[in-house]
C-alpha cells in the first residue's frame, strides 16, 4: 500500500520561498515517476513539475519554470518541491502523486498518476 504525505505547507509573503517535501512509504524504490499538482477552488488540478527515476529527468510547467525546482532522494523515498519568487497566483493546495512504473518524461496529465497525497496548503499574500 503506497502511502504519500506531503508537508511545508503554510502562509508566505510574495517573493517568498518554501519547499515542500513528500514522504513515499511501500512503494517502488528503484523505477517510478512523481510529481507534485496543484488545485484551487473549482478547477482542475494542475501539473507543476515531475521527476522520474532512475534517469532523474524533470519537467515544469511553464508557469513555474526558473522559480520552482522538484528533486528527491530516491533511496530515502523522498520528493521536494523548492518554491522561489512566489507569487498571490501560486496560492492553492498542492499534491504529491505517483506512477509506479517507468515513463521516459514525466506525465502531466493528473490521471495517469495512479497514488496522491491528502495535499499541503501554500497560500501566498501580496
Known amino acids: 500500500q503506497v502511502q504519500l504525505v506531503e508537508s511545508g505547507g503554510g502562509l508566505v509573503q510574495a517573493g517568498d520561498s518554501l519547499r515542500l517535501s513528500c514522504a513515499a512509504s511501500g512503494g517502488p524504490v528503484s523505477t517510478y515517476t512523481m510529481g507534485w499538482f496543484r488545485q484551487t477552488p473549482g478547477k482542475e488540478r494542475d501539473f507543476v513539475a515531475g521527476?522520474?527515476?532512475?534517469?532523474?529527468?524533470?519537467n515544469y510547467a511553464d508557469a513555474v519554470k526558473g522559480r520552482f525546482t522538484i528533486s528527491g532522494v530516491n533511496a530515502e523515498s523522498m520528493l521536494y518541491l523548492s518554491m522561489t519568487s512566489l507569487k498571490p497566483e501560486d496560492t492553492a493546495v498542492y499534491y504529491c502523486?505517483?506512477?509506479?512504473?517507468?515513463?521516459?518524461?514525466?506525465?502531466?496529465?493528473?490521471?495517469?498518476?495512479?497514488?496522491w497525497g491528502q495535499g499541503t496548503q501554500v497560500t501566498v499574500s501580496s
Open positions: 502523486a505517483l506512477i509506479w512504473r517507468l515513463t521516459v518524461t514525466p506525465p502531466k496529465m493528473a490521471n495517469e498518476y495512479e497514488y
Open positions: 521527476i522520474t527515476w532512475p534517469s532523474g529527468r524533470t
